[in-house]
């Protein structure tokens, strides 16, 4: 008697800006265990949309999953044939993309950070909260092998009670060497109306989520930012010193 094996359907996605953390992304996807496919990909940039399409597996068009091209949210929220969207866009548009994607029904992973202020991190959480769709932030290291480590040795009891942790992080600012394209000066980026903030926001989140991933949430701060940077291209802070109860 032959097996009947179930075939779960592949989860598909759209790709809401095109740019350098799509293609991690796009990396993630294709190492997935799980049956996905990339069905809409928007950029108002044309180029970095044919860009990412290139790199799409060739496995889609085999299994007449293709993709297709927009330029606009609104225009493939229209046509509709994806379940997700994956939002990496600049921050200040992260609040109504989201607002978009949710009410169209569609499940979110929102890059992180998850927005420019508190006020449209907040109307986000709200709107998340009342939705039947999984609305995720794409802070990914508290799934680092050593933060989850970390964690089990304290879990365990292995290390004893751990009263105090130290965080550093820095980067080139001038050479930006995580991005293939070096943004110029008057890029979002580098603007606090649209990131939100410097250092701290683009950076520094990926070493705080784990410290409240092994003390618990944080109910005190007291910190200090610093403008060394100011004058040549980073606008907001390029330095920042906290202590974190």
Same mark, same amino acid.
């Given at each position: 008697?032959?097996?009947?094996?179930? #075939?779960?359907?592949?989860?598909?996605?759209?790709?809401?800006?095109?740019?350098?953390?799509?293609?991690?992304?796009?990396? !993630? +996807?294709?190492?997935?265990?799980?049956?996905?496919?990339?069905?809409?990909?928007?950029?108002?940039?044309? %180029?970095?949309?044919?860009?990412? /399409?290139?790199?799409?597996?060739?496995?889609?068009?085999?299994?007449?999953?293709?993709?297709?091209?927009?330029?606009?949210? *609104?225009?493939?929220?229209?046509?509709?044939?994806?379940?997700? =969207?994956?939002?990496?866009?600049?921050?200040?548009?992260?609040?109504?993309?989201?607002?978009?994607? /949710?009410? *169209?029904?569609?499940?979110?992973?929102?890059?992180?950070?998850?927005?420019?202020?508190?006020?449209?991190?907040?109307?986000?959480?709200?709107?998340?909260?009342? *939705?039947?769709? #999984? #609305?995720?932030?794409? %802070?990914?290291?508290?799934?680092?092998?050593? =933060?989850?480590?970390?964690?089990?040795?304290?879990?365990?009891?292995?290390?004893?009670?751990?009263?105090? !942790?130290?965080?550093?992080?820095?980067?080139?600012?001038?050479?930006?060497?995580? $991005?293939?394209?070096?943004?110029?000066?008057?890029?979002?980026?580098?603007?606090?109306?649209? !990131?939100?903030?410097?250092?701290?926001?683009?950076?520094?989140?990926?070493?705080?989520?784990?410290?409240? /991933?092994?003390?618990?949430?944080?109910?005190?701060?007291?910190?200090?930012?610093?403008?060394? $940077?100011?004058? =040549?291209?980073?606008?907001?802070?390029?330095?920042?010193?906290?202590? +974190?109860?």
């Amino acid at each position: 008697m032959a097996a009947i094996v179930q #075939v779960a359907k592949a989860v598909r996605f759209a790709f809401v800006g095109c740019g350098t953390i799509a293609r991690h992304h796009l990396g !993630a +996807l294709k190492q997935s265990s799980h049956a996905t496919a990339v069905t809409a990909v928007v950029d108002v940039n044309r %180029e970095r949309a044919e860009s990412l /399409l290139r790199l799409l597996p060739k496995t889609q068009e085999e299994n007449s999953q293709k993709c297709k091209m927009f330029t606009s949210l *609104a225009d493939a929220l229209q046509w509709g044939e994806f379940d997700a =969207v994956i939002v990496m866009v600049p921050h200040h548009l992260h609040e109504p993309y989201a607002t978009e994607c /949710l009410q *169209a029904g569609k499940h979110l992973l929102l890059e992180k950070t998850m927005a420019h202020t508190v006020e449209s991190c907040q109307n986000i959480l709200k709107q998340a909260e009342g *939705a039947q769709q #999984v #609305v995720m932030v794409g %802070e990914n290291s508290i799934f680092w092998p050593e =933060v989850q480590k970390a964690k089990e040795l304290i879990e365990s009891g292995t290390i004893g009670e751990p009263y105090f !942790a130290q965080a550093n992080y820095w980067e080139s600012i001038g050479s930006m060497t995580f $991005y293939e394209d070096i943004p110029t000066e008057d890029d979002w980026f580098f603007d606090p109306a649209r !990131a939100g903030g410097g250092v701290l926001m683009n950076g520094a989140t990926h070493w705080i989520r784990p410290l409240r /991933l092994w003390f618990g949430n944080i109910v005190e701060v007291v910190g200090t930012l610093g403008y060394p $940077y100011k004058l =040549v291209r980073q606008k907001s802070e390029s330095l920042a010193h906290a202590m +974190l109860r």
